[in-house]
């Protein structure tokens, strides 16, 4: 079964100041990768998603950006974080070939402070 | 564009109780899926449902999906503390579209 890797777990950065939230996924060969946001108290915002190497739909216009270097890495950057950044951000992953669940990580928490 | 609608938002029950969670969805789908979370952590998954008619359990909690209603329950058997949590469902059509969540505190 796959595992996701979400790092850092935490994290409290100035506004202004860039990010990087990494994910690498193990066990699974060219999953579909995906970034979503959570508020506090509030549902799940699909940020980016990713069917392969290179390849990155955004799915809310803002200031952050997602990348995929290789197959089972994905990363969110921002080059100036705003204080509506603030939130628990988390990567998941599928497969198309099957009708699996999306498998989350255990999520990054940003405050903007 | 798909919507994705739970109620109630937010539950609070007695132990030993049963209630039932309510998720419509907008358009056309057959895969849906519920999801929980507890506080501070990610989202575990609970239950697929691929059918018209589809009824899956697990311990206390019994899903269920009717494709043509565009309905799908989510029913708790009496409740204990233990499945106090936010429970999500979710509709996939392309990519996978989240209803806002239900809150579910158990007393006792």
């Known amino acids: 079964s796959q595992t996701i890797h979400q790092w850092p777990a935490t994290l409290v950065q100035p506004v202004g100041s860039p990010l990087s939230l990494e994910c690498t996924v193990e066990g699974t060969s060219n999953p579909n990768l995906y970034w979503y946001r959570q508020a506090a108290g509030r549902g799940l915002q699909l940020l980016f998603y990713s069917v392969g190497i290179g390849q990155i739909s955004s799915e809310v216009p803002q200031n952050l950006s997602a990348s995929r270097p290789q197959d089972r890495q994905f990363i969110l950057s921002s080059k100036k974080l705003l204080l509506s950044d603030s939130g628990f951000y988390l990567c998941?992953?599928?497969?198309?070939?099957?009708?699996?669940?999306?498998?989350f990580g255990n999520g990054t928490r940003l405050t903007v402070t | 564009e798909l919507k994705v609608e739970q109620n109630p938002l937010f539950l609070s029950m007695q132990e030993g109780k049963n209630y039932t969670i309510y998720c419509n969805y907008s358009t056309t789908s057959d895969r849906l899926y519920w999801y929980r979370q507890d506080p501070g952590k990610s989202l575990e998954s609970l239950f697929v449902l691929l059918s018209n008619g589809a009824v899956k359990q697990e311990g206390r909690l019994m899903a269920s999906l009717d494709t043509k209603a565009r309905l799908s329950t989510l029913h708790i058997t009496a409740a204990v503390h233990d499945l106090s949590a936010t429970y999500f469902c979710?509709?996939?059509?392309?990519?996978?579209?989240f209803g806002k969540g239900t809150k579910l505190t158990v007393n006792p």
């Open positions: 998941a992953s599928d497969r198309d070939l099957d009708n699996s669940p999306l498998h």
């Open positions: 979710a509709v996939d059509q392309t990519k996978l579209v």
